[in-house]
């Protein structure tokens, strides 16, 4: 077994047993804070497979994460207020809440990533920030679901068998859909479909040369992504029972890129390691001084300039 | 019969007619060596070829098909392959990973989400049977920018395999190699031809002259003269163009 794979494993083992600690011992604190780096982990692992294994650096990934979010609240709204029942959307249920994240974001993928993939380096960048903030700017203008000042869940997803209202148990549902996140993830890049996506990031010509049509997988990578982002926001947003339009804020996908650089790109476990860093340190270090984000920043640069491959990069080991 | 046909061929870089009325046949089954100056245009032959530019004007079959305005990849699908004058490889991935995408490119789909590449032997044993014709065998899990430009040669003669193409455009194998690694190039190509087309351009001389099945000259974008090795060596217009300035 690589290094990488036992830091993995050792992160996963620790993710699992703390919480429930936390838990048990009335620390709601942390394991708040546990939840909401297992979501935003899952959002990062997402952004992993076309950021690290496509080399595709999409900055409009929190615009999923938001229309995920949304997918929950805006049907628990018309369930709770009235309106959209002939399209079967006035509901609190979570089976159909987070399909629709997931057909939504896959959707809204399909499109733009139909345009964006049509350009390359910084104009790919440009142009998924510029449907992202699109999408940001929808959110605000719609005066129904609030506007800019966000929209509360009344109604948390209801599950069979679960209650999302315990926290111990939305954490447990957010942790398996991680590891489950991480293990589709590797299952794809691991196979003929990522040896083309991981072949076009190093040389498109190459593998256009070899019969394959780099635009094609790169598009299906972008769609499937997009779909499991939307599926992370659908759990933020029960975890956070609260959606505005700040949640797929630029600087929103600036951190779930950061989050997957620090942890390590195209490694399994590097953006779960990225989201852990992430948030902790930012939660330490806010507690310090109210002028965190200046160190927080520093360190970050630090860590992406002088650990070759992020965080994982300290774990180089054999292959 | 020809497998491979241009008619009246153009590309012009600004002021540069890099491709100037080119008119060009290539029979099933030989080895046609493409010679000419440095700038002649022979690589915008080839990327015209293989599709990666488009010609200005005229028209290119391949097996009596006009694919003039067909894409790289559906190309190659059909049966052309390329290896690139500047070392084209996939730098990130092994030397085993490359070889074996080529392989699975060729093999059905690639819209396969499931089984690990790495883990299904057709596509690793033909990879390695490849590599092993190169010679490149024992390198198969390096990574492959760690491998010697020699190497990366080689690498790209195995990639051409993989495609099972019927047509093989090799654009300078032989550069930057030492007379050892030439010299290995010249048995693999020779143990290449008969088994498919092969359009060969070089500018090693002693290779070109002794591989080829046809010459064809090209100067300033168009073919002066075709025939075999021996009438090119007596023709007058191509010494005074070519091989002239080279004695
Ligand atoms: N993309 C391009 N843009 C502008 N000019 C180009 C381009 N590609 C080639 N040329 C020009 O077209 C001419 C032919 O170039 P080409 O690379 O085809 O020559 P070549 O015969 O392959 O030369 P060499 O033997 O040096 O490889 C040259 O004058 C070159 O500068
Ligand atoms: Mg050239």
């Known amino acids: 077994m690589s290094t990488r794979t036992i830091a993995t494993l050792v992160a996963m083992a620790l993710l699992a047993v703390l919480p429930p600690i936390f838990f048990y011992t009335g620390n709601a604190f942390w394991l708040d804070l546990a939840t909401r780096l297992t979501i935003l982990a899952i959002a990062a692992v997402s952004l992993n497979l076309i950021l690290g294994y496509g080399g595709l650096v999409s900055f409009g990934h929190a615009a999923y994460v938001g229309l995920g979010a949304y997918a929950v609240g805006i049907p628990a709204y018309h369930w709770l207020y009235g309106g959209l029942e002939s399209l079967g959307l006035a509901t609190t249920s979570g089976l159909v809440q987070i399909p629709l994240a997931m057909v939504v974001c896959a959707l809204f993928a399909l499109v733009t990533g139909a345009i964006c993939l049509r350009t390359k380096g910084v104009y790919f960048i440009m142009i998924t920030m510029a449907f992202a903030q699109m999408v940001y700017y929808a959110s605000v203008s719609i005066e129904e679901y609030g506007g800019d000042d966000g929209l509360v869940i009344d109604t948390r997803s209801e599950l069979p068998g679960l209650n999302l209202d315990n926290p111990i148990q939305l954490f447990g549902l957010a942790y398996l859909s991680l590891v489950v996140a991480m293990l589709i993830v590797r299952m794809i890049t691991r196979s003929r479909f990522g040896m083309v996506l991981r072949g076009a990031k190093g040389n498109a010509e190459r593998v256009q040369m070899m019969g394959l049509n780099p635009y094609a997988y790169r598009l299906t990578a972008y769609v499937i992504s997009g779909a499991m982002a939307g599926y992370a926001g659908a759990l933020l947003g029960n975890f956070t029972t609260f959606i505005s339009p700040e949640m797929m804020d630029w600087t929103r996908s600036g951190e779930l890129m950061f989050m997957v650089i620090l942890g390590g790109a195209s490694t399994t476990g590097g953006p779960v390691l990225g989201a852990a860093a992430f948030i902790i340190l930012e939660e330490v270090l806010s507690h310090f001084t109210i002028y965190w984000h200046l160190p927080f920043g520093l360190l970050l640069i630090a860590v992406v300039l002088f650990t070759r491959g992020g965080l994982m990069g300290f774990f180089r080991g054999r292959k | ?247």
Not at chain 2, 23 to 39: C, D, K, M, R, Y
Not at chain 2, 76 to 95: E, H, K, Y
């Open chain 2, 1 to 247: 019969m020809s497998i491979l046909e241009t008619k009246g061929l153009m590309k012009s870089f600004g002021g540069i007619r890099a491709t100037d009325d080119l008119t060009l046949s290539v029979e099933q089954g030989e080895l046609h060596a493409i010679i000419g100056p440095n700038g002649a245009g022979k690589t915008t032959l080839i990327t015209q070829l293989c599709g990666t530019q488009m010609p200005d004007a005229g028209t290119i079959h391949f097996k009596g098909r006009d694919i003039t305005a067909l894409a790289p990849d559906k190309r190659a699908r059909l049966g052309i392959t390329r290896s690139f004058q500047i070392t084209s490889l996939i730098p990130d991935m092994t030397v085993l990973e490359n070889i074996a995408l080529a392989v699975q490119a060729r093999e059905g789909s690639s819209y396969r989400f499931i089984r690990a590449a790495a883990g299904i032997p057709a596509i690793r044993d033909r990879a390695m049977a490849l590599l092993e014709r190169v010679g490149l065998a024992e390198k198969a899990e390096i990574e492959t920018r760690a491998l010697s430009h020699g190497e990366h040669r080689h690498m790209e003669i195995a990639i051409a395999l993989a495609s099972r193409a019927e047509l093989m455009l090799l654009d300078e194998p032989m550069a930057g190699l030492g007379p050892e690694e030439s010299a290995r190039m010249v048995d693999l190509l020779t143990e290449l031809k008969g088994q498919h087309t092969i359009v060969l351009i070089e500018h090693d001389m002693d290779a070109v002259f002794a591989l080829a099945d046809r010459i064809s000259v090209l100067v300033y974008g168009h073919i002066i003269a075709t025939g075999d090795p021996a009438s090119i060596r007596a023709n007058k217009e191509v010494e005074a163009a070519y091989l002239g300035e080279e004695a």
